[in-house]
């Protein structure tokens, strides 16, 4: 079965610093990977996907993750954090031909001025 | 509507009774799921529509446990002799499922709060 490790419970970062958010996931073939954020009372909001292709894709609000195939890693980063970043972030995995979305338990993330 | 939309937004009931949570996906979308996200977890599969039919009701932990979505539009998940540790946000998201490749994102709702006494 498909799973997902986020091992990084809770970050905290100084504005402007780099962020880098880890995944590792759990499945035999290339999967779907997406990173989702969750803010106070917001629904989850994609911020990126990889299917297949390039292994460094972009998504919105300036980041950016890389597939890794021989780490089965999908790490998110961004270069300099923003205090409006400050929310959770959850790494998901779909596999191809299944519509099931498993997620990660999720990073919070905490911004400092 | 925009985006999905879920009601109602916050539920309380009482340990034992019956609850109905609704969502309304993007107009258009043949594919609806349903998850749940409890305290400090990221949500979990509940179950996912391809119009009509369920096609993958694998997340639903027990029969007390059930969703429709009659016309292929509107869900509506129902809890029946609810317990206390079903207290979390159910999640709904839609997709269309048109494009090829996998490119089928799903588009989340607010949630639905619930709480069980």
């Known amino acids: 079965a498909q799973s997902v490790t986020q091992p990084d419970i809770h970050i905290t970062v100084s504005e402007g610093a780099s962020l880098e958010l880890r995944c590792n996931y759990s499945?035999?073939?290339?999967?779907?990977l997406f990173w989702y954020v969750q803010s106070p009372g917001q629904g989850l909001q994609l911020l990126l996907k990889?299917?297949?292709?390039?292994?460094l894709v972009q998504g919105i609000k300036g980041f950016e993750a890389e597939f890794k195939r021989s780490q089965s890693s999908f790490n998110l980063r961004k270069p300099s954090v923003h205090w409006s970043d400050a929310a959770e972030y959850f790494c998901?995995?779909?596999?191809?031909?299944?519509?099931?979305?498993?997620f990660g338990t999720g990073t919070k993330l905490q911004v400092i001025p | 509507g925009a985006g999905v939309s879920q009601t109602p937004s916050n539920k309380v009931t009482e340990k034992g009774k019956y609850v109905e949570l609704r969502c309304d996906p993007i107009?258009?979308?043949?594919?609806l799921y349903w998850y749940r996200q409890s305290l400090g977890q990221g949500p979990e599969f509940l179950i996912y529509?391809?119009?009509?039919?369920?096609?993958?009701d694998s997340g639903l932990p027990n029969d007390r446990f059930f969703a429709v979505r009659p016309e292929g539009s509107v869900s509506t998940l129902k809890i029946q002799r609810t317990e206390r540790g079903d207290s979390a946000v159910y999640l709904c998201?839609?997709?269309?499922?048109?494009?090829?490749?996998?490119?089928?994102?799903?588009?989340f709702g607010p949630g639905t709060r619930l709480t069980v006494l």
């Open positions: 499945y035999g073939a290339t999967p779907y």
């Open positions: 998901a995995v779909r596999t191809g031909g299944y519509q099931k979305v498993t």
């Open positions: 990889y299917f297949s292709g390039d292994t």
């Open positions: 529509f391809q119009g009509t039919g369920a096609a993958d």
């Open positions: 998201a839609s997709s269309s499922l048109l494009l090829a490749g996998g490119g089928n994102e799903q588009f």
């Open positions: 107009s258009g979308h043949t594919a």
